[in-house]
């Protein structure tokens, strides 16, 4: 197969609807195992061989449901709060202040990411802590592209990643009652950050990502439980020690650093050897529920990154 080579997405838009549906319908096609079918659309570029680990043959959760069930605090602990809530957001301006151990520390402005890089759509799974699960179709490009750029130095081991602060917008930050500690912080080892899955997105289903989702740039790493994705990020920093990161600052026995999804290690108040599905219809018992599978479904491409580790133990 000819590698993938995703269209080039201007600044001023990502992939109108129409091209983006109809990508998706060929891609239908291919997965079929037609090179071509009769009455397909004509394409720009063939687009056919998206390598298979960037892709699924899962059944996409529906936009309405990835758009208006969310965790994003910020907003409010309610799965509905952050579409209720995070149209108060302003995107733009934004930029992202990389630091810490790089030769080139700088503050990258979102209009240059979204004109400098080339962004590909990812089917993902994405698995919450709380044993929950969607099929997500990102739009990003790896981090490993924006790390090339700042160049890390040799004593750089870690990557620690920070959320906007706005309480004025952000009405979860506001008030008397605060759910986390603010920012939201996260962190993932450099190699971790680095591999191939892992993507910063700028958009789901076609299109700009919803405030709700965590525009304008949210990290996506599709191994490691939901609440590793951060959400509007305006700080990247590389340190030589593991950053602190937010859930496992409020409860060290329940969320780890790592937290790569692991159905052999429960959470202390829950199972997670099994999953719900988003929007997939669940039996009289609330069953039909899917086997949670190890690493998400991504052990062949990030196992290795984790030799050594006991895999029964909770990291
Ligand atoms: N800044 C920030 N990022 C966040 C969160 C949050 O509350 N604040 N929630 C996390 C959790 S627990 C999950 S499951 C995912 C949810 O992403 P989604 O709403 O786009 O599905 O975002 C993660 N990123
Ligand atoms: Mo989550």
């Given at each position: 197969m000819s590698s993938y080579r995703p269209p080039h997405i201007p600044?001023?838009?990502?992939?109108p609807k129409s091209v983006y549906l109809r990508r998706r319908e060929f891609m239908g096609v291919a997965a079929g195992g037609l090179a071509m079918a009769a009455g397909a659309p004509a394409l720009a570029a063939p687009l056919a061989a998206i390598p298979t680990k960037y892709t699924l043959d899962e059944k996409l959760t529906s936009k309405e449901d990835v758009t208006t069930y969310n965790n994003f605090y910020e907003f409010g602990?309610?799965?509905d709060d952050p579409a209720k809530n995070?149209?108060?957001?302003?995107?733009?301006p934004w930029t992202i202040e990389v630091d810490g151990l790089v030769a080139k520390p700088q503050v990258i402005d979102i209009e240059t990411i979204m004109a400098n890089y080339t962004m590909e759509e990812r089917v993902y799974r994405m698995r919450c802590v709380e044993a929950w699960s969607m099929v997500i179709p990102w739009i990003g490009f790896p981090l490993a592209s924006l790390l090339d750029q700042v160049e890390p130095l040799g004593s750089a081991k870690y990557v620690a990643f920070e959320t906007l602060v706005r309480p004025e917008e952000m009405q979860g930050q506001a008030g008397i009652f605060q759910a986390l500690d603010w920012p939201y912080v996260e962190g993932l080892r450099l190699d971790e950050a680095r591999h191939p899955l892992t993507i910063l997105a700028t958009g789901l289903y076609g299109e700009t990502l919803p405030n709700q989702n965590g525009a304008p740039i949210r990290l996506v790493v599709?191994?490691?439980?939901?609440?590793?994705?951060?959400?509007?990020?305006v700080k990247i920093t590389l340190t030589e020690e593991e950053p602190p990161t937010t859930w496992n600052k409020a409860a060290p026995n329940e969320y780890?650093?790592?937290?790569?999804?692991?159905?052999?290690?429960?959470h202390p108040r829950w199972s997670q050897a099994t999953e719900r599905r988003i929007g997939e219809a669940e039996g009289l018992f609330g069953g039909a529920r899917i086997n949670t599978l190890p690493f998400n479904g991504y052990a062949d491409e990030v196992a290795s990154l984790y030799e050594g580790m006991d895999l029964t133990k909770f990291y």
């Open positions: 600044s001023s838009e990502i992939t602990t309610g799965k995070a149209g108060s957001l302003t995107t733009r599709p191994w490691k439980y939901g609440f590793k994705g951060i959400k509007s990020i780890g650093f790592y937290a790569n999804v692991n159905p052999a290690v429960d």
